[in-house]
């Protein structure tokens, strides 16, 4: 039995504690999963990344990354047989991220390398500076993708003061863990072109193949590719990465090895295979430590070949300049001095138990990821909180929608989701002491209503009228009287709906509308009067019409005397309830037989297209022609031949 103390020993004292909060806490103790387990850390040359990659998801706005990183490799026989060469290099790198979309670094980079075969055997480059600018976007959930552009100086030799590069490249990263928060990877591709001029600082003929690599010469531009993994977990993250650099604009493909032979471009362009660990225990604070192994082992003259391997120290910290200055991030913590457990013991004895040891016994986190149900795409600024609990709710990740509750009592819990815009969302979930569960959460878009304005009206007169909305996902029936027909407004949620409209003494309408979330649209309807004498009525399976459709001699041009004869046609599908039907266009015989099958074809989609412009529905329409194919008289005579010259409606659905 573990009971709470009261003896003096377990008074309370109150004190107060203003601590910075952390932009990049600790990952030590993290679960295995924990989202927080990913650090943004700088680059060898400055920006987020891996080593050598640059990543396309920048972190958090306002932080300033600075990292230190230190080169080393010795080994015989580089870059040419019976050569000893050593290397020793450091960078230097600021990075900042000013705004969510954009990270800009500078870097300075200092080297030294001995080798038996330069003259003179120790050459030093300083003062190599790089400055980049990186603007990167997230287009799907977990997926960022932009451009990096770098500008580079290189230090001269002897006349030549300074050379410059330029290097634009294709940047980026995919977290896995989108797909599932169960699955702690991340992935980088980056894709550029590199330029740089030092090939412009000695003349090519006074160097040998260890002084071109001691200055770092390179007479080409190169085609970079990299792509790399990382693997955020606690205290460690490792990662891997390939890189690749092919030279262009080489004469014939082949350049010059140092003895002299010809080598193919391929088998000398750089390649190296980067091993490593960040490590992330200490908060703000990256440790990075990898290997780099050349996968190259040719060299040809003009191009920077590759050390079997490289090993590679570096440290990287981070300061949010709001949080050092203060300000809304500091958070008072009140320390207090907690009753002292006490455990009862079957022999009758008591124990005392620390208090952090029942606590971190009895409670559990939450981490997931809030989605729009519909699109799939992560929800920023979404409160997480939890039902019957005084715990201020957590806000998920305005970048990736991720969101980490407060350590909760373990057993049932409901987690209560709130978002402007959506419906609120509770789920229960029974937690594990000591673990952190994982979970999606999916909120659905509130459907807010269209907000129609209607008007029915005959020559600007309003007119009592019979609205039905068919399909879309709440059809309606909606009658007016003659004194607010001629304006009114309906609410419907969104969605595609067919409107006919009917008043008594006019020819029926319709039209089909597609109605969004929360718009606002004004729906009119001029109703032309009935006619005196009908010429349009229903058979069994055709419509009859007692005069024809009429058209421009040799075309398919509708006259105007035609409309109101097919306004009919309208009122009688719609009040009649006809769904489809097929318009025929037949010729008499008189000319060329292909000519008239395709006038007969024209002139019925000249009908229907009428039809479909004056509101109905293009799939209960279809059109066809026949030519002179189906004469209903004598092509003899000129009577015969004007009956001949006609379009049919025929009905297909009723």
């Known amino acids: 039995m573990v009971g709470y103390s009261t003896q003096p020993g377990a008074a309370v004292t109150p004190g107060v504690d203003q601590t910075y909060e952390a932009h990049s806490p600790s990952t030590l103790g993290n679960p295995w999963m924990d989202a927080r387990n990913l650090r943004h850390a700088s680059t060898s040359t400055g920006g987020v990344g891996l080593l050598r990659l640059g990543g396309a998801d920048l972190g958090r706005k306002g932080v300033l990354r600075f990292s230190a990183t230190g080169e080393f490799f010795s080994t015989p026989d580089f870059p040419v047989r019976g050569a000893n060469n050593t290397r020793t290099g450091g960078t230097f790198a600021v990075g900042y991220v000013p705004l969510d979309f954009l990270d800009v670094s ?24 790089t400055l980049g600018a990186r603007a990167t976007k997230q287009w799907l959930p977990g997926l960022w993708a932009g451009t990096d552009v770098r500008v580079m100086t290189f230090s001269g030799v002897g006349s030549n003061q300074v050379a410059f590069g330029f290097s634009p490249r294709a940047v980026a990263t995919f977290d896995a863990r989108a797909l599932s928060p169960t699955l702690p990877l991340r992935v980088h591709a980056n894709l550029g072109l590199l330029m740089d001029g030092t090939g412009s600082l ?16 390179n007479r080409y531009s190169r085609l970079s590719v990299g792509l790399g993994l990382e693997a955020p977990l606690p205290v460690v993250t490792p990662f891997v990465e390939y890189g690749l650099a092919s030279p262009l604009g080489v004469p014939d493909g082949q350049l010059a090895a140092p003895d002299g032979s010809l080598v193919s471009v391929a088998s000398v362009a750089p390649q190296t295979l980067g091993l490593g660990l960040k490590l992330t225990a200490v908060q703000n604070l990256t440790f990075t430590a990898a290997a780099e192994l050349g996968l190259t082992r040719m060299v040809g003259r003009g191009v920077q070949p590759v050390p079997p391997f490289n090993l590679v120290l570096g440290a990287s910290f981070n300061v949010d300049p709001a949080l050092q200055a203060g300000g809304t991030r500091i958070v008072e913590r009140v320390v207090v001095r907690e009753p002292v457990a006490v455990q ?17 016994a009895a409670t559990a986190q939450v981490s997931g990821v809030v989605v729009d ?77 269209a907000t129609l304005a209607l008007a029915v009206t005959s020559k600007r007169k309003p007119v009592a009228a019979t609205l039905a909305f068919l399909g879309g996902p709440a059809p309606r029936q909606v009658k007016y009287s003659q004194a607010d027909a001629a304006s009114h407004q309906l609410q419907l949620p969104a969605g595609l709906y067919v409107v006919e409209v009917t008043a008594p003494g006019f020819l029926a309408q319709t039209r089909a509308v597609q109605v969004a979330d929360g718009a606002a649209l004004d729906l009119t309807f001029d109703l032309e009067p009935e006619p005196k004498q009908w010429q349009v009525k229903r058979e069994s399976d055709k419509l009859e019409l007692l005069q024809q459709v009429r058209f421009a001699d040799g075309k398919a041009v509708l006259l105007p005397d035609s409309y109101p004869l ?89």
């Open 566 to 654: 097919l306004s009919q046609v309208m009122d009688l599908m719609v009040r009649t309830g006809i769904q489809r039907i097929r318009i025929e266009g037949h010729t008499d015989n008189q000319g060329d037989k292909t000519a008239n099958l395709n006038l007969s074809k024209e002139r019925a989609r000249a009908v229907a297209d009428y039809l479909i412009k004056a509101g109905l529905d293009p799939a209960r329409i279809e059109s066809e022609g026949f030519g002179d194919s189906r004469p209903v008289a004598p092509n003899m005579t000129p009577r015969g031949r004007e009956l001949n010259r006609r379009v049919d409606f025929v009905i297909l659905d009723r």
């Open 344 to 360: 009862q013991t079957p022999a009758g004895t008591q124990t005392q138990v620390a208090p952090t040891q029942v606590a971190q």
């Open 373 to 449: 149900a519909k699109t799939r795409q992560p929800l920023p600024g979404v409160l997480v909180a939890t039902v019957d609990s005084t715990l201020p709710p957590v806000a998920s990740d305005p970048r990736d929608g991720r969101f980490l509750t407060y350590a909760l009592p373990s057993g049932p819990v409901k987690l209560s989701v709130r978002k402007d815009g959506y419906l609120p969302l509770e789920k229960e979930l029974v937690l594990e002491a000591g673990k952190t569960a994982s979970v999606e959460l999916e909120l659905v878009a509130e459907v807010k209503p």
């Open 202 to 217: 000695v003349d090519a003929d006074r160097l040998n193949a260890s002084e071109e690599y001691a200055l770092g010469i």
């Open 106 to 129: 500078l870097a300075y980079t200092a080297s030294t390398n001995t080798n038996t075969r330069s003259s003179p055997a120790l050459i030093q480059a300083l003062g190599d500076v």
